[in-house]
């Protein structure tokens, strides 16, 4: 903090609207660190769950598809 060139101590409702500032800001940066875990933990929950179906309906499929092809560009 400055008192841009007052020359002057802060006085005590300065000093306490600064920490109360600061407690608000700190408060609030940990509400917002918090949700935004809170969604990418949901969101690494939701593509697990994509993942899984992928591999359960389309990864044979895919992986059919990818074997054929390598024949096709092996053969003479």
Not at 34 to 59: C, F, H, P, T
Not at 66 to 74: F, G, I, P, Y
């Amino acid at each position: 903090m400055n008192t841009l060139g007052q020359d002057r101590q802060f006085t005590a409702e300065e000093i306490k609207f600064a920490l109360d500032t600061t407690k608000y800001y700190r408060d609030e940066w940990q509400n917002i660190e918090q949700k935004n875990l809170r969604m990418d933990i949901n969101r690494k929950l939701n593509n697990m769950e994509a993942e899984k179906l992928y591999k359960d309906v389309n990864e044979a499929l895919d992986i059919a598809e990818a074997d054929r092809l390598a024949e096709e560009a092996t053969k003479p």
